[in-house]
């Protein structure tokens, strides 16, 4: 295993690589993971450098301790020199979602405990979510006069529908697991002491598949698309993936009833 992290990174931020599989997690337990500015440099540095790692085929984000992650540090919002908050979405979290979104990899949410403000944005920018059975999502921003961010207007209804989003974004109650399972917010819900086991194995399963596929398959799944560009996009992208030696090689392994070996690329 690949350890990125003491020397070379503080520990707010930990990136370790097996298997080709990248986890980065929050380590900010004592503050539930909540972000500060150099920690949110840390995680877009994390997030570009395992998207551009070949070996890495997917990505898991969690956090360590009881939460996923609390969202923007409000004491750090307390001092005088405080960035104004467009300035902060537009430097910090909005290259992390689109980090996010633009790697090639899948990434897998983990959420271990409570993701609220932009901690549950960024669970909501992953694509794939499962969580722990004692996990929420708090949209906590009006609790504190402010409005959905880094992402979330845009995803929530699309994970959710609208109604449903209305009424998580508006009124800000927790969405506890067994709840978000049930709207389609996460795919699982797995014991607190399952989850990053669950995670793994999900990890190591894509990460087994065709990586160009892979990738194209992410891509097309954006839902930003309309119908028709999304016809199109699959077109392109069918064409693209059926070019490439590993879709022979998962014909040639299907007909010899073998597992595939993918050479990516
Ligand atoms: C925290 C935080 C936190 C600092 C818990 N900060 N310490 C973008 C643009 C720019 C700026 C503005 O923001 C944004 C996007 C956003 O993310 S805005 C939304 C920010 N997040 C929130 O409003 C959530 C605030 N936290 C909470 O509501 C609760 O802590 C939750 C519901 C997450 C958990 O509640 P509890 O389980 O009861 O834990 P707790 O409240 O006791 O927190 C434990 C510790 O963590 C505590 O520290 P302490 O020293 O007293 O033990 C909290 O102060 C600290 N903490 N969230 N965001």
């Known amino acids: 295993m690949t ?150 207007t845009w995803t929530l209804p699309r994970l959710v529908g609208g109604a449903r989003a209305a009424e998580i974004a508006l009124l800000g109650d927790a969405v506890g697991a067994a709840e978000a399972l049930r709207i389609g917010l996460v795919s699982r819900v797995v014991p607190a002491d399952a989850l990053a086991g669950e995670a793994a194995s999900m990890a190591a399963r894509l990460a087994a598949l065709a990586p160009g596929a892979t990738a194209l398959t992410k891509q097309a799944l954006a839902f930003d698309r309309d119908l028709d560009a999304a016809l199109d996009a699959e077109a392109d992208a069918q064409a693209a993936a059926g070019a490439h030696p590993d879709h022979a090689e998962g014909l040639a392994a299907f007909l010899e009833k073998r597992p595939p070996r993918f050479s990516g690329g």
């Open 3 to 152: 350890e990125r992290g003491g020397d070379e990174a503080p520990a707010d931020v930990l990136v370790a690589i097996a298997g080709g599989v990248a986890t980065i997690t929050l380590n900010r337990p004592a503050a539930l993971n909540a972000l500060t500015i150099p920690m949110k440099e840390r995680l877009l540095a994390a997030i570009q450098g395992v998207a551009c790692d070949r070996a890495v085929r997917a990505i898991v984000l969690t956090g360590s301790g009881r939460a996923f992650c609390a969202g923007q540090d409000l004491k750090e919002r307390l001092a005088p020199d405080a960035p104004s908050l467009d300035e902060e979405l537009i430097l910090r979290y909005n290259p992390i979602v689109r980090a996010l979104r633009a790697a090639p990899q899948p990434v897998i949410a983990a959420v271990n405990g409570v993701a609220a403000g932009a901690g549950a944005s960024l669970a909501f920018a992953c694509d794939l979510r499962i969580a722990a059975d004692g996990a929420t999502f708090v949209l906590a921003f009006g609790r504190i006069g402010l409005v959905p961010d880094s992402g979330a």
